[in-house]
Structure formats: C-alpha cells, structure tokens
C-alpha cells in the first residue's frame, strides 16, 4: 500500500459502521462498557460494535483495510476479544501515521437497552480510548421505529465518522 503523505493531508476524515445480531448468554458491551441487559451482542470478539464502527472509520481515514482484515475473525487470538484493546491498537497506527483525532461523532441504531443512561460514561470511555476529551466524542441512540432497519431488539448497529489533523 503507498505509505500517505501527511505533507499534503492535513486533515483527514473517515467513516465507519458494524451490525450484530443480539443473542442469550452474552454480556452486553457497547463504547466499552458493559450495559446490563437481557441479551449482549454475538460475534468472534466482544460484539462491541461501537467501538468496531469507530476503528473502522479511523482506519478508513488512514485509507487502510478494516478490522475484519486487521482482526480476522479465523484467528483463534481475537476470540472474545476486549474490543477496547483493538481500538487501542487501531488509534496507535493513527499516531504512527502522524495523525491524532480532532473529533468523533456516532450514532447508535438501536430498539433495546435504552442508551440515555449510559452515554455518558460510554463518551467518557471512547474519549479516552481515542485520547481527546470527552466534549469531542458525539453520541447519540436512534431507535427504528418499527422499520425493521434493526430488526426490532433483534440488533444493534452503529455508525461513526472521524476527524484526524496531522499531529504537530
Ligand atoms: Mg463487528
């Protein structure tokens, strides 16, 4: 892959999305904490698909192949992996590459659990993953209204967009 050139780019943006289905029998972890809730989210890691949808942007403004080619899924390494030990390694390349966030904003699509209690500390904690405050991490829960673009408390989805400066 041709290595970017930070000269000419100083700003870069990226976007992301991730989708798992909800399932019995797992703990649910979304922005990388744990939500109390009937069902978690399947998937070879955690199914934290938060913090899937924001690597992937990240990696995106970077240009480089996403976390299902970074982490595959057929390595045994990122069974039930902490999710939040992936995006740190993702935001790491985003240093080595010259870059550092400016901004996150994010959109959780989703029926069940309701987010609103919980926001704030999953800002707190995304914030601190990508190593910005936490008045730079949007957040906001959409429900489906019954359309079926999550299939009713059957799913989560999330989407996420990213802003990068070169660092200085
Ligand atoms: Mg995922």
Do not use: W
Not at 37 to 49: C, E, I, K, N, R
Not at 54 to 67: K, N, Q, S, V, W
Not at 114 to 119: D, L, T
Request: hydrophobic share 45%; aromatic share 2%; proline share 4%.
């Amino acid at each position: 892959m041709t290595p970017l050139n930070t000269e000419s780019h100083v700003l870069r943006t990226g976007i992301g999305f991730d989708a798992h289905g909800l399932v019995k029998g797992r703990v649910l972890v979304l922005g990388g904490i744990r939500v109390p809730h009937t069902h978690g989210l399947a998937g070879h890691s955690d199914g934290d698909v938060l913090l899937h949808a924001i690597a992937d942007a990240l990696l995106g403004a970077l240009a480089l192949p996403d976390i299902g080619t970074r982490f595959p899924d057929t390595d045994p390494a990122y069974k039930d992996a902490d999710s939040t030990v992936l995006l740190r390694d993702v935001v790491s390349e985003v240093g080595r590459a010259g870059y550092r966030v400016v901004n996150l904003d994010c959109i959780l699509v989703c029926d069940s659990p309701a987010i609103g209690p919980h926001s704030a500390a999953m800002r707190e904690s995304i914030a601190a993953l990508a190593g910005v405050a936490a008045d730079a991490v949007g957040l906001k829960a959409k429900t489906t209204e019954g359309t079926g673009l999550a299939v009713r408390n059957q799913s989560i989805a999330a989407f996420a967009t990213v802003l990068l400066t070169r660092s200085e």
